[in-house]
T-cell receptor
Framework: DQQVKQNSPSLSVQEGRISILNCDYTNSMFDYFLWYKKYPAEGPTFLISISSIKDKNEDGRFTVFLNKSAKHLSLHIVPSQPGDSAVYFCAATFNAMDSNYQLIWGAGTKLIIKP | KAGVTQTPRYLIKTRGQQVTLSCSPISGHRSVSWYQQTPGQGLQFLFEYFSETQRNKGNFPGRFSGRQFSNSRSEMNVSTLELGDSALYLC??????????????FGPGTRLTVL
């Protein structure tokens, strides 16, 4: 049962344009969402996060939007740069039981920025 | 500041054997978490340790265990290996107690192959 879904395995975007990566979730208990990116042969690196009480968070070229009613979040990268080519993971957290926090990850979307 | 290091980087074992993976966090970080990444799937959370205590645990069988030492270094052990345990095992560390909301710093991972 995939609670966090990234339905696009890959996405190709022209350099300088906007990249939009999508993530859907099923568990209404999720209270915090994070985006990480991963280059080959390296561990993931943190990008940006958002609390469930907000609908938008911005950090430089990166903006995350949260639509709780649709159980959907998206990461916007503007403008896209060649160094943004990587796999992007969406992750969500919730308190499962007795303060046992879970971190549930999507399968990732490979972003390719074309020059 | 040195990053998170994981040893060994590659490991080949046979079914039924056991394996121990090691993780050294960034200096000053007291939280260490472990993840399994298999092809086509996102990361799956195994467990998180803080100050030598397991605080949070994912949904993995008891064959997967871990521990943390007083210097925050952590080990993960998998007993009675199965073919399905072949994966990239990632370790991450963070300084804050707000797991999993806080930024985590990942190591490059240990690639385990079970034959």
């Amino acid at each position: 049962d995939q609670q966090v879904k990234q339905n696009s395995p890959s996405l190709s975007v022209q350099e300088g344009r906007i990249s939009i990566l999508n993530c859907d979730y099923t568990n209404s208990m999720f209270d915090y969402f994070l985006w990480y990116k991963k280059y080959p042969a390296e561990g993931p690196t943190f990008l940006i996060s958002i609390s469930s009480i907000k609908d938008k968070n911005e950090d430089g070229r990166f903006t995350v939007f949260l639509n709780k009613s649709a159980k959907h979040l998206s990461l916007h990268i503007v403008p896209s740069q060649p160094g943004d080519s990587a796999v992007y993971f969406c992750a969500a957290t919730f308190n499962a039981m007795d303060s046992n926090y879970q971190l549930i990850w999507g399968a990732g979307t490979k972003l390719i920025i074309k020059p | 500041k040195a990053g998170v290091t994981q040893t060994p980087r590659y490991l080949i074992k046979t079914r039924g054997q056991q394996v121990t993976l090691s993780c050294s966090p960034i200096s000053g970080h007291r939280s260490v978490s472990w993840y399994q990444q298999t092809p086509g799937q996102g990361l799956q959370f195994l467990f998180e340790y803080f100050s030598e205590t397991q605080r949070n645990k994912g949904n993995f069988p008891g064959r997967f265990s871990g521990r943390q030492f007083s210097n925050s270094r952590s080990e993960m052990n998998v007993s009675t290996l199965e073919l399905g345990d072949s994966a990239l095992y990632l370790c991450a560390s963070s300084w804050a107690q707000r797991f999993p909301r806080n930024e985590q710093f990942f190591g490059p991972g240990t690639r385990l192959t079970v034959l």
